[in-house]
């Protein structure tokens, strides 16, 4: 038996045309937000079915986290904290850094993020990338620099481990959050290494870009389940709700209306996942 419900469309989101859809997670409303890393523009959907733009034409957008003071911080050419107001407050910059790409937090407040030293989409020759977390102070460190295309970030329910995909690579690595040489946690069963989350039983769940589905991976990193998508490539997946059981997906395309491009997901697992915790930097 599936850990999974079948994954159903979001319809509001399915009629409107997008490209490579990125980073959704549930908000303590019950909207869901979520990006278009191609066209451009951070999303929200209201329970109801209500669309709104949020952040309008940037890019690059391939992870979103609650912020403590309200707002979203989400990835990019930079990091920001996008306030519930729409101002915006850079987190992370720095020259001659293309881009972050998918974000996490710890209980303490701090963000975890991907950062990206060359542009995997421009031919330019590969270089690893880091992954990085800020504290709340504004101190960053370098939890691991060996990560070619650094890609989804999660956190074991202990707090002590980071996993994190490497698309160039198609495997998960997992690192000490407080610091050491990463390990190799598993290879990609199928496709890539796209978007993860953590479930409360320290399962691993790896969205497989071109694989066009999920994986679910024990705490030992071996294969529990394989899941089919309705899509080609799936980019990433999350857990939120009041008890963290309702499963977000995000894809580049589908077959249930192809004309449409990507497409959130939503399911339940029998399983929840672990919590997002407000960034607090």
Same mark, same amino acid.
């Given at each position: ?59 690059? $957008? ?9 707002g979203w911080v ?40 991907? /950062? ?66 990463? *390990? *190799? ?15 409360? /039983? ?7 870009? /071109? ?25 990433? $997946? ?8 309702? !499963? ?17 997901? *939503?399911? *339940?697992? &029998?399983? &929840?996942?672990?919590?997002v915790s407000p !960034?607090?930097?």
């Amino acid at each position: 038996m599936s850990a999974l419900s079948a994954p159903e469309p979001v319809e509001a989101v399915l009629r409107r045309p997008h490209s490579l859809l990125e980073g959704p997670r549930i908000a303590p409303g019950g909207e869901l937000v979520y990006s278009d890393v191609i066209a451009g523009g951070m999303f929200s959907c209201s329970p109801e079915g209500v669309i709104e733009e949020l952040l309008p034409r940037r890019r690059g $957008i391939g992870g979103i986290v609650p912020h403590a003071d309200g707002g979203w911080v989400l990835s990019g050419r930079t990091v920001l904290h996008l306030q519930p107001d729409g101002a915006q407050r850079e987190l992370l910059s720095e020259p001659g850094v293309p881009g972050y790409n998918d974000l996490f937090s710890t209980p303490a407040g701090e963000l975890l993020a991907g /950062e990206l030293r060359y542009r995997p989409m421009s031919d330019e020759e590969p270089r690893d990338g880091r992954l990085l977390a800020l504290a709340p102070d504004g101190e960053v460190r370098v939890l691991w620099d060996g990560v070619r295309w650094p890609n989804g970030i999660g956190l074991s329910p202990n707090g002590k481990t980071v996993y994190v995909s490497d698309y160039a690579r198609r495997e998960v690595l997992a690192c000490p959050l407080a610091g050491g040489r990463a *390990r *190799r946690f598993a290879p990609s069963p199928r496709g890539s290494a796209d978007g993860l989350a953590v479930d409360v /039983e320290g399962c691993v769940w790896l969205a497989l870009g /071109e694989g066009g589905g999920v994986a679910r991976l024990d705490p030992a990193g071996e294969l529990l389940e394989l899941i089919d998508m309705p899509a080609s490539f799936v980019s990433s $997946i999350s857990f939120g709700g009041a008890d963290m059981r309702d !499963v977000l997906l995000s894809t580049a395309d589908n077959t249930v209306d192809p004309d449409r491009g990507g497409m959130v997901l *939503r399911a *339940r697992s &029998a399983v &929840a996942g672990a919590p997002v915790s407000p !960034v607090t930097a």
